[in-house]
């Protein structure tokens, strides 16, 4: 079958890899293109480079869109989010549990309507394409019918997604317990959705407080039949949490080896928080393969604490970057990476342009086991991509004129760029949102 080219003249960055600590990328690890050339043939990149090498293979008479003075960067990624959380942004002044208590969990239970679970699913998607978030990996409500709203939602604009129905049947109100069908609407679900276009299926138990141990073992068995999923659950995020786990599960060493022993560790499960944690489970969750998904901006509005980049490196430990919304104070990727720099200057760990904008794209491909789907601008990745407009606003025009290399200007951006920035999102080939649309 042919498939139709898209030429996108544009300065273009990716990372071929990790670029290191160090204040420069290290070498073979970013890929610039000053005045570069993006080929795309359907839903895939075709090629990567300078335009005036590749101006001359192009198909005749080819039309060549005009993208000079923006920057096209593969999409970006937040490995934690919860979707259903979309309203509860911005309440006021709790940590975990009473924030759980007072706004969250209610905020859920309107997920049993359909309705709104659709609608919701639609603005959430809206304002990930806004903040030029091509990839999440998503939580839903307890309810099964959340997810089928989510899930199609996705595949009608053709969106690389990874998500799962909440499992939870015990401590919280009525109407979110799922303790007679959670494992059956999981299995039901993964049926339906898992491998269905671009969608993976992650089973989620919310956290160990809100399952028995028969649901996470029965997740764990999940799992075990079926290596391809995902797993994604909360971990030691907050002290009175750590606490409560101590008093629910007795004579378990530590929280992780709750997961530990129901199965729930391995490549493909991520973590969310990790904040309170020793260098024995770090070095237990790199052994395994699995992730934390750090989220700057609400471990800052729950006051959880501070996220430790450096032991994660120490022990070697994956972690990724993730909003956490409705926690999180802010969808766009610019935001965690400003948010994750300030909490490395907290901890004496600074964060660099090249680690947060690797992280943002490749890094957290690699971590969901997605990189070679997304994550780069490369012949075969899939066409998601940003298109970023340093000169969004006259604060970033006057700050970017001052900028003498892509360093500076990277770091420019990840500390004063917002959705603003975002000029166009462009999703399997095609461009999906469009900041100055009329
Ligand atoms: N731990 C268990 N559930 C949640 C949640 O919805 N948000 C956050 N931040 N932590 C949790
Ligand atoms: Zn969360």
């Known amino acids: 079958t042919s498939s139709t080219n898209t030429l996108i003249r544009a300065e273009l960055v990716s990372f071929a890899r990790n670029p290191g600590e160090g204040d420069k990328p290290s070498p073979g690890s970013l890929e610039h293109y000053g005045d570069g050339l993006l080929w795309l043939q359907g839903q895939h990149i075709h090629a990567v480079g300078h335009f005036s090498e590749l101006a001359p293979s192009l198909p005749e008479g080819s039309e060549v869109l005009d993208y ?3 920057l096209i960067m593969p999409g970006f990624i937040d490995t934690h989010v919860h979707y259903v959380q979309l309203d509860v942004m911005a309440s006021y002044g709790r940590q975990l549990l009473d924030w759980l208590n007072d706004y969250t969990f209610p905020e859920e239970c309107r997920f049993a309507n359909h309705a709104h679970a659709e609608a919701l699913s639609n603005a959430f998607l809206d304002e990930m394409l806004r903040a030029g978030t091509t990839t999440a990996q998503v939580f839903g409500s307890s309810h099964p019918g959340s997810m089928d709203a989510f899930f199609s939602a996705c595949n009608k604009r053709q969106l690389r997604m990874l998500a799962g129905k909440v499992l939870m049947d015990r401590n919280a109100p009525e109407g979110l317990l ?40 029965a997740a764990g068995a999940l799992l075990r039949n079926d290596p391809t999923l995902w797993l994604q659950t909360h971990l030691a995020e907050n002290s009175c949490e750590l606490d409560w786990v101590a008093e629910l599960f007795p004579g378990n060493q530590d929280y992780l080896s709750v997961y530990e022993k129901a199965g729930l560790v391995g490549p493909r499960s991520t973590f969310a928080h990790g904040i309170h944690l020793d260098n024995g489970m770090r070095t237990r969750l790199a052994e395994r393969g699995a992730n934390i998904a750090f989220c700057p901006s609400s471990n800052l509005f729950l006051g959880s604490g501070l996220f430790d980049r450096y032991a994660a490196q120490e022990t070697g430990m994956a972690f990724s970057y993730a909003s956490d919304i409705g926690a999180g104070t802010d969808l766009s990727g610019f935001d965690t990476l400003k ?18 904008f690797y992280g943002l794209t490749h890094g957290n491909a690699k971590t969901l086991a997605l990189d070679s789907h997304i994550g780069q601008l490369a012949p075969s990745f899939e066409a998601d991509f940003v298109v970023i407009d340093s000169n969004a606003t006259p604060l970033l025009t006057r700050r970017i ?24 999102t462009w999703a399997a080939g095609k461009c999906q949102h469009q900041r100055d649309q009329s």
């Open 401 to 424: 004129q001052r900028c003498s290399t892509l360093g500076e200007r990277l770091f420019a951006l990840m500390i004063l760029a917002d959705d603003r920035a975002i000029y166009e």
């Open 68 to 70: 000079r003075g923006k």
């Open 339 to 356: 948010s994750a720099y300030q909490v490395g200057q907290l901890s004496g760990q600074p964060l660099t342009a090249w680690q947060g």
């Open 178 to 217: 799922d303790a007679a069908s959670g494992i059956a609407d999981t299995e039901r679900l993964i049926e339906d959705w898992h491998n269905s276009q671009r969608l993976g299926y992650s089973v989620t138990p919310r956290f160990a407080p809100t399952s028995t141990k028969t649901q996470m073992d």
